[in-house]
């Protein structure tokens, strides 16, 4: 019989996967998990530790692989802890979301009689938000630019993210021997990348403020992979930089840099750098029409929008129902919202407001319907205000689905029942998933 201990090499039957998309094989009492193992398959592993009674471990070699096998195709595989599905097919992919969802709902009692077809999109290049570690290392004398390995701080070199858009400026091997050519050489901690519908911006964050030489390199070598870009009909680019820990952001190149938008329900919303925005523009384009049939807003209705953003709902709800109320916790969003709201003439109160403070809620006047997308640790301080006010509708879309489904749990309990509910693959290649609740409130208690 297989028995864990460190170092050791064993031979495991994979049966099972975790929410985060390892494989699970079991030996006696022992659980193992298996990064980058897939159902069905029979592996070798070398175990790495162990903790919480799991035997953490390494694939060394996959003995019998699964038919929904494919080749990772990225290089950095595994080792750059983001696109960690990539050794399934994508519709497996998809396929285990949908599987890992509905688990969750049923472990907490929820009922969907009905799932919709799960939205997808182009399953690479999709990535419109990214942030690439800089490290200087003095013995090499060489920069390094990549992603965090897993969850530590350590970066490997990367050379392109095939998951971020085509574009010169995106092949970052090349940008190892431009930032070794600067005298701030050490002071470079990160790259961003906010990859807009107009422009992508490229936001340096430094230790200390470049000076004139420095910047002068950057700009000019900008220059040379915009003119690469627009060659291949690629968008303009922007060159920022911030040299304080959450200070503004000065832009170097352009001189007069357009805002950044990008197109929901037809229309350019505005995108500053630190705002939050769905990662996946096409998958983004899509949730939006979803919401918009299952919520059927119309005209006299009141709407909130809990955890509004940059208005990437309450600006196309707005555009159909009287009184939308947009309620946000970051201040810069909000003060935006408003004023795109404004000059559109569209009926959106922008309100700003930490909805982790229960009783946030209390003064408003009941809407007749409520979308609400809260961060990762879901919305548990809202849903007794909203079970109390029994809204007719309720729309929560959620990027994850454990705490979806704890809230879920608490107006199923209420009388709230789901009536439509379907999966989006915002993130492609990784276990990470998206998913849309239709709750109609039916009137009596289900509990
Ligand atoms: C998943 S994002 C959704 C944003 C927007 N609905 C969209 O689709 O782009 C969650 C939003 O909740 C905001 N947020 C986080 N904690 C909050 C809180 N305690 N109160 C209000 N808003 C909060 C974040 O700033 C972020 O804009």
Excluded at 191 to 206: F, G, K, S, T
Excluded at 362 to 370: D, G, Q
Aim: charged content about 25%; proline content about 5%.
């Amino acid at each position: 019989m297989n028995q864990g201990s460190n170092g050791k090499t064993l031979t495991l039957t994979i049966d099972n996967m975790t929410s985060d998309g390892q494989g699970v094989a079991r030996s006696g009492r022992d659980v193992y998990f298996v990064p980058g193992a897939i159902p069905g398959e029979q592996v070798e592993a070398r175990i790495e530790k162990r903790s919480k009674k799991i035997w953490h471990s390494r694939l060394l070699k996959v003995i019998t692989p699964s038919e929904y096998r494919v080749p990772a195709p990225c290089p950095h595989y595994l080792r750059c802890g983001g696109c960690d599905m990539q050794h399934m097919t994508y519709e497996r992919q998809v396929e285990f979301k949908q599987d890992r969802v509905a688990r969750e709902f049923a472990r907490q009692g929820v009922a969907v009689s009905d799932w919709a077809l799960p939205i997808v999109a182009e399953p690479w290049g999709y990535r419109r938000k990214a942030r690439l570690g800089v490290r200087y290392s003095k013995e090499q004398n060489t920069n390094f630019v990549g992603f965090r390995e897993g969850a530590s701080h350590h970066i490997s070199n990367v050379d392109r993210c095939a998951v971020l858009p085509d574009h010169p400026a995106l092949e970052w091997q090349d940008w190892r021997p431009l930032l070794n050519s600067l005298d701030a050489r050490a002071l470079v901690t990160q790259i961003e990348v906010i990859a807009a519908d107009n422009a992508i911006a490229l936001v340096l964050r430094a230790l200390k403020p470049l000076q004139d030489g420095d910047r002068n390199k950057l700009v000019s070598q900008l220059k040379g992979w915009q003119k690469q870009g627009e060659e291949a009909g690629l968008l303009p680019l922007q060159l920022w930089l911030r040299s304080e820990k959450d200070g503004e952001a000065e832009c170097l190149w352009p001189a007069q840099p357009d805002t950044l938008h990008h197109f929901v329900d037809g229309m350019p919303l505005n995108l500053a750098l630190t705002d939050f925005v769905q990662v996946n523009g096409d998958v983004n384009r899509a949730m939006v029409a979803q919401a918009l049939e299952w919520l059927a807003p119309t005209e006299d209705e009141r709407i909130w929008d809990l955890f509004a953003g940059h208005g990437n709902f309450s600006m196309p709800l707005a555009r159909r129902s009287k009184h939308v109320v947009a309620l946000e916790v970051q201040n810069s969003m909000v003060t935006s919202l408003a004023a795109q709201a404004e000059q559109l003439a569209l009926p959106l109160q922008a309100v700003c407001a930490d909805l982790s403070d229960e009783g946030r809620l209390a003064h408003l006047e009941s809407p007749n319907a409520i979308l609400l997308d809260p961060p990762r640790a879901g919305a548990a301080e809202v849903m007794q205000d909203i079970a109390r006010r029994r809204i007719p509708r309720v729309l929560y879309v959620s990027c994850d689905a454990a705490t979806l489904a704890r809230d879920l749990n608490v107006l199923s309990q209420q009388g709230y029942a789901v009536t439509k509910a379907g999966i989006m693959d915002m993130f492609p290649q990784t276990h990470h998933v998206e998913t849309m609740v239709l709750l109609e409130y039916q009137g009596k208690s289900h509990g």
